[in-house]
């Protein structure tokens, strides 16, 4: 697969994770977190604001292809 292609398709799933993580994350806390304390939020916040990476690692990873060792 040329690389152009692959990095066009990595950065769609890229744009669809996050807009699809981020409103997965907020529905979550709206019923689930209407009630708590501030510090719920933002300890909740913090951590779904991070853990969008991991997923995201594996596509970048994907689009840079198999590393290629340079021998002299």
Same mark, same amino acid.
């Given at each position: %697969?040329?690389? +152009?292609?692959?990095?066009? #398709?990595?950065?769609? !799933? #890229? #744009?669809?994770?996050?807009?699809?993580?981020?409103?997965? *994350?907020?529905?979550? *806390?709206?019923?689930?977190?209407? $009630? =708590? *304390?501030?510090?719920?939020?933002?300890?909740?916040?913090?951590?779904?604001?991070?853990?969008?990476?991991?997923? *995201?690692?594996?596509? !970048? +990873?994907? %689009? $840079?292809?198999? +590393?290629?060792?340079?021998? =002299?």
């Amino acid at each position: %697969m040329p690389v +152009r292609l692959k990095k066009l #398709i990595g950065t769609v !799933i #890229i #744009i669809a994770l996050v807009v699809l993580y981020a409103l997965v *994350a907020t529905t979550v *806390a709206t019923y689930r977190l209407a $009630e =708590s *304390a501030w510090y719920v939020h933002l300890l909740y916040f913090l951590f779904t604001g991070v853990l969008w990476v991991v997923p *995201a690692m594996f596509v !970048i +990873r994907w %689009m $840079e292809g198999p +590393r290629k060792d340079k021998q =002299s």
